[in-house]
């Protein structure tokens, strides 16, 4: 062991302290950067994560919100272009985490595959999730009707979203995006748009307009996050290759038609005008969506709606070995055992 000097103890209690003010409330090793507030939105957690039965709800004043139905598309509805983003999956995070669908105000919750918690193998050359990814509120991809580009309806989800600035993020985290352009997948033959966003605060943020000024910047990037969208989900062993319908980027204009488009299909899933799809849609702020508005801010209601009071973080899951490996492509599918036994 080595002795410590007046210096070391410095940078010791420095390090303690810098700890201490980057994790915010939950007191011991949740093995996650939780945090209970951002811009006047507050979060209540409950469970261990990587869990089934880890749950993260959104409040606004102390009342519960919906991720999905209640933060604004646009923060200013005359700039377009810039629009909220939902943090699901933090950058260099494995972990599937989603919106739910059904329950009483979205919370985010681990999706499962097969009765267990979901994760992304690692696709040689790419680790976990590249970049921040998540959903953009106040959108649905309808399975009511075809989407023109593509042809196929949509996935039941919000529209996703992929971050491409370097702050890591964290799970639940509400972002203010410019929208560069967006990949359209063809995910199961449902689309599934992709749109690529930088955070707005980025340093490169000023100077991106389109997915083609990256380019000029980041050369090589737009290609390796298409291809990594193509590739994510061939270890699965039951999926190939996801197509990419147009096979490139569409540009900003489009994808705002997308946005507008998206932002009209929620407008009346709300309004109570189409099949729902077992969406959950009780929302608290639309007050002209009579049908879906709620109002769940006493503890009663609170209750009825399933949102617990106060958070309570358990030590979070371990994650499976298999998620800490390689595997690697050729010819579109995964080499078997590593190449090991031929
Ligand atoms: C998608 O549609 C094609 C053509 O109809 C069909 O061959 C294929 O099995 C479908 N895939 C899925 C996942 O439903
Ligand atoms: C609101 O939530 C309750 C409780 O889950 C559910 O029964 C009801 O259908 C929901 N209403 C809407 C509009 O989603
Ligand atoms: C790769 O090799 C390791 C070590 O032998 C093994 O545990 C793992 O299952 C292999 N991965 C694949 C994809 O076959």
Redesign the pocket.
């Known amino acids: 062991m080595t002795s410590i000097t007046p210096r070391t103890l410095v940078s010791l209690l420095l390090a303690g302290l810098m700890v201490q003010t980057a994790t915010a409330a939950p007191k011991g090793n949740t093995g996650a950067n939780t945090k209970t507030e951002n811009d006047g939105w507050t979060y209540v957690e409950v469970g261990a994560r990587n869990t089934e039965n880890w749950r993260i709800w959104l409040e606004k004043d102390g009342c519960p919100a919906s991720f999905w139905h209640d933060v604004p598309l646009y923060p200013d509805e005359s700039n377009k272009q810039i629009i909220n983003f939902i943090v699901e999956i933090p950058r260099l995070t494995n972990g599937k985490i989603e919106t739910s669908r059904d329950e009483p105000f979205n919370p985010i919750f681990h999706d499962t595959r097969k009765g267990a918690p979901r994760f992304v193998e690692n696709v040689w050359p790419h680790v976990s999730y590249p970049f921040l990814y998540g959903s953009v509120p106040q959108t649905w991809e309808s399975p009511n009707f075809e989407h023109p580009f593509t042809g196929f309806e949509g996935d039941n989800d919000p529209i996703d979203l992929f971050d491409i600035g370097q702050d890591p993020g964290f799970v639940g985290q509400i972002k203010q995006v410019k929208v560069l352009g967006g990949l359209a997948l063809n995910d199961g033959n449902e689309t599934d748009w992709k749109l690529i966003g930088i955070d707005i605060k980025d340093p490169l943020a000023p100077l991106l307009n389109t997915y083609q000024d990256v380019e000029k910047y980041r050369p090589g990037v737009i290609q390796a996050y298409r291809d990594w969208f193509t590739y994510y989900k061939l270890?699965r062993g039951d999926e190939g290759l996801i197509p990419i319908v147009g096979e490139w980027y569409q540009d900003v204009p489009f994808i705002q038609d997308v946005l507008e488009r998206g932002h009209g299909y929620w407008h009346d899933l709300i309004e109570g005008k189409v099949d729902a799809n077992e969406i959950n849609y009780n929302q608290t702020t639309t007050m002209s969506a009579e049908k879906s508005l709620v109002n769940a801010c006493d503890n009663n209601k609170r209750k009825a709606f399933g949102v617990p009071k106060k958070s309570k973080v358990e030590i979070a899951a371990k994650v499976p070995?298999?998620y800490s490996?390689w595997?690697f492509v050729e010819d579109g599918q995964?080499?078997?055992?590593?190449g090991?036994d031929v």
């Open positions: 270890a070995e298999r490996q595997f995964i080499i078997p055992n590593n090991t």
